[in-house]
């Protein structure tokens, strides 16, 4: 009899606000809300406990919002509270498929999700509900893929599932160039070298210094999440 077991018992889906979007400017599209949705729980539906880490460029970006003269750390908060709003969606979307689900909030908001407490939020994975992580780290200057990196770690995860439009790490913009090469692995010191776009400095030095494997696949491939963890599928590996 063949293991069907996934590979992975716990794990970090990071994406970002514009994955939300679909093919709109701004904003969230319920069509493709409800589509990552059903990815997740794909994957759910294996027996992994998942947490969930969502930017919150479809809304408002910081690091945008200081470049028009807005001072940065009222930016970069205004920026967390979008990633709360998207949160809220994702939850939305996943509860109404049946999958029970927190929102957990690194700024306190108890009137729409719950506070970040490390104990309840691993308590939460072990009963089976999906639990996203919203608001950041909580504090400015830190990106949402900081964030996803700090939160795994913490939760024990894994891997860090971060599920982009192209199926892995170019050494090029392979919508731009079409002999640009995509990476099977990659090393973390390599990834910051070549500036490859992977995640933030900050994230991938996070990573590496708690040998934490980053995964990058595209979240565009229907059944991508759940083939990837199954071990099949597109991806790139970053590791040590």
Known sequence: MIDQSPSYRRVMLKISG???????????????????AQEVKSVHDMGVEICMVIGGGNIFRGLAGSAQGMERTTADYMGMLA?????????????????????????????????????????????GRVCIFAAGTGNPYFTTDTAATL??????????????????????????????????TVSYDEALEKNLGVMDATAIALARDNQLPIIVFSLD????????????GTYTRVQG
């Not at 514009?18 to 990552?36: C, F, K, N, W």
């Not at 939850?91 to 719950?114: H, K, N």
């Not at 392979?174 to 995509?182: G, L, S, T, V």
Request: charged share 25%; hydrophobic share 35%; with cysteine.
């Open 83 to 127: 990633t709360v709003m998207n949160a809220l969606a994702m939850q939305s979307a996943l509860e109404g498929i049946g999958i029970f689900t927190r929102v957990i909030s690194a700024i306190p908001m108890d009137q729409v999700c719950e506070p970040y407490i490390r104990r309840r939020a691993v308590r939460h994975l072990e009963k």
């Open 221 to 232: 491939a229907s059944g991508g999440f759940r083939s990837i963890l199954n071990g099949e």
């Open 18 to 36: 514009e994955a939300l979007m679909g093919d709109q400017g701004y904003g969230l599209h319920p069509p493709t809300v409800a589509r990552i």
């Open 151 to 184: 939160r795994a770690s913490e939760m024990g995860c894994e891997g860090v599932f971060k599920g982009t439009k192209v199926d892995g790490v170019y050494d090029k913009d392979p919508n731009k160039f079409a002999d640009a090469k995509r990476y099977d």
